[in-house]
């Protein structure tokens, strides 16, 4: 049955009733997620509607099949709509980057001395949480803020548990030293919750409770807590004044601003607390929303996913149907985190048409504007570096989607190999992957390793369909020409292959340049097109040089990484680990002396003796070790 047909016939038995419905493409891969009030209006809009924007035109072309879910009221379809796009990550939908790479602030109130830490993931373990935070930098200054105001432990479990006396920030008066000292647990506590306080914004309040324990502590004549007090007053007022910017009334709310072009949407929020601007964050993401209303609706469903409710959210668009902003409302009541409200009262949504609240929509829309810009000049630069990397290589198509290949070995133990991705000239974390080599063994084959990896990378293409449109190898002419022998194999998956070869000193020109300016000359890097072919030079700082080493060095980078842990595993597990006077550097050297675990193995005692470094009595240990492992 043709695409159009089976469409049109599942259009026909589509209901006039609430749900989500599910885009999926040839693969069957779900790529867009969507609620609606009446699923057979909304959904045969996609396909009957000839006004598309461009980003939903590309949608429609890539739709082969879709599913829908009824759900009881629109409420529902939103809180569904939001859980699938969590769980699924359609390509088409707005989508807030990974919560790894946004920061939270977890306060664990449940543990004995409680502490504010950043942490890169919300886990369901009775701990308050604040955030996500946009920006790591701001929250790196907030938490600067908080421990110059608060004195709040900052050092890791482990140092608190083993500290034999109070640090320097207890004799700066910047921790009240529970490491070793007795302090009152309820007091510390109460002062993290102040601290929290100030996090949320509760800036007023926070001062008035802090002059009511003031007060309380001089009164019970406690009055080095008291000048404790006054201390964290002194310092709280004079960073605030510097810190907020007072915007008139005495709001509390969240202004969004929102800005879109055809392949990207924008969106800045303005945090107001008590009549003070006291943060702001920024999030862009690729949207194939129809309209302003939805794409807010898809951004704040997944912004206010379980974090503080401001007592208003002031956004930028007017619905005319007031019942959608009423069905939005209830949603975000439901999966904000109410509990820990900023403030403690009822949410509203609202849409300024003057006025203060008004102004700072403005604001917000200004600055998404202004960093949707940014994020076009990105895009346009990244776009051009691929433009002149095609003509400079002879690719035949551009290369928008980019990998890179590289091999890290230490002698016999944990050889493996990385691979990292560009999309659009942009890394795309989600498609990196780490090869340990199955069919090498013995000494290091860095020709049969590049061999297995590129085979392994052409069967997957071939499976899944996701052929880069160009791959580099990091090395020279025989890694190159191990990856194109592999890739003989696969003569219906076409891509082109190269290899970027680092600089080296030029031996012609060596001692004449040494002579004459004390350093020898160094060639540029250098792409080979085919191992029988002189290479491509790049010239430093050239975009085609920028775009080609930028790629090379996180896959080295991502390589490097893995091969660590995968080293330590070896030698964690290995003999050495049990030898006594043997460290880690040393079991290092022994393993490159002798070419590795085997090599180590086949050592006579007088060889181990001979080793720099090594005291006799632990050569014979190891020898005697390595011995009964045999046995």
């Not at 790529?31 to 009030?37: E, L, N, Q």
């Amino acid at each position: 049955m043709s695409k159009s047909r089976l469409i049109r016939d599942k259009l026909s038995t589509l209901p006039l009733t609430p749900g989500v419905y599910l885009m999926k493409d040839t693969r069957g891969t779900i790529i867009y997620v969507g609620k609606a009030k009446a699923l057979k209006n909304r959904v045969s809009s996609y396909f009957h509607k000839q006004q598309l924007n461009i980003k939903t035109a590309a949608l429609v072309r890539e739709v082969l099949d879709f599913d829908v879910i009824l759900t009881q009221t629109e409420v529902e379809a939103l809180l569904l709509e939001r859980t699938l796009i969590k769980h699924h990550k359609p390509r088409f939908n707005i989508l807030l980057r990974d919560d790894k790479e946004f920061p939270y602030l977890r306060v664990g109130f449940n543990e004995t001395w409680p502490r504010i830490e950043k942490v890169r993931r919300r886990k369901d373990d009775g701990a308050t949480y604040l955030g996500p935070f946009g920006s790591a930098g701001n929250l790196k200054i907030m938490l600067a803020t908080i421990y110059r105001i608060f004195p709040l432990i900052r050092c890791t479990r482990h140092e608190f548990s083993n500290v034999k006396r109070p640090c320097n920030y207890y004799h700066m008066k910047l921790c009240l030293g529970p490491c070793t000292l007795p302090v009152d647990r309820e007091m510390y506590v109460a002062t993290v919750r102040d601290a929290v306080a100030f996090l949320q914004g509760r800036n007023r309040d926070l001062v008035r409770e802090l002059k009511d324990k003031m007060t309380a502590a001089s009164e019970n004549e406690n009055y080095e807590l008291a000048a404790g007090y006054r201390d964290q007053l002194k310092a709280f007022e004079k960073l605030t004044e510097k810190q907020s910017v007072v915007v008139g009334e005495d709001i509390d709310a969240d202004a969004i601003g929102f800005s879109a072009n055809e392949q990207n949407a924008s969106f800045h929020v303005v945090i107001v607390r008590q009549g003070k601007v006291v943060g702001s964050d920024s999030f862009t993401s690729h949207s194939a929303a129809n309209g302003t209303g939805e794409a807010l609706t898809e951004f704040l469903l997944q912004y206010y996913d379980g974090r503080a409710l401001p007592p208003e959210i002031l956004l930028p668009q007017t619905w005319e149907d007031g019942e959608a902003i009423a069905d939005l409302q209830t949603a975000l009541q439901q999966i904000g985190d109410e509990q820990h409200s900023a403030i403690g009262k009822a949410l509203r949504i609202l849409t300024p048409q003057r006025g203060v609240r008004r102004s700072l929509v403005e604001i917000a829309e200004k600055n998404a504007s202004f960093n949707l810009g940014e994020v076009v000049d990105d895009s346009e630069k990244r776009q051009t570096e691929l433009e002149i990397l095609k003509e400079k290589l002879n690719l035949p198509t551009l290369p928008n989607r980019m990998e890179c290949i590289d091999i890290s070995n230490f002698h016999e133990t944990a050889i493996v190999a990385s691979n990292v991705c560009f999309i659009g000239g942009k890394s795309a974390k989600d498609q990196y992957r780490h090869y340990t080599i199955e069919t090498v063994q013995g000494a290091p084959d860095d020709f049969g390793s590049m061999r297995e990896v590129v085979k392994r990378r052409l069967e997957r293409a071939r499976k899944d369909g996701d052929t880069p449109d160009l791959l580099v190898i990091d090395g020279g002419r025989g890694q190159l020409q191990a990856a194109l022998d592999s890739a003989k194999e696969f003569p219906d998956v076409q891509l082109a292959i190269v290899s970027l070869a680092k600089s080296r000193i030029e031996k012609t020109k060596m001692i004449g340049q040494v002579m004459a300016t004390g350093t020898p000359q160094r060639s540029f890097e250098r792409v080979f097109l085919r191992p029988d072919e002189a290479p491509v030079p790049l010239p430093p700082g050239s975009p085609e040089y920028r775009l080609m080493t930028r790629l090379r060095d996180e896959a080295h980078r991502f390589a490097i990484t893995h091969h660590r842990k995968k080293r330590a595993k070896v030698l964690q597990g290995s003999t050495l680990e049990t030898v006594p006077g043997i460290g880690t550097k040393m079991r290092q050297k022994l393993l490159m002396e002798f070419g590795g675990l085997d090599g180590l193995r086949r050592a006579t005692l007088e060889q181990l003796e001979k080793v720099k470094g090594l005291r006799k009595e632990s050569a014979v240990a190891l020898h005697a070790a390595l011995k009964q492992e045999e046995k």
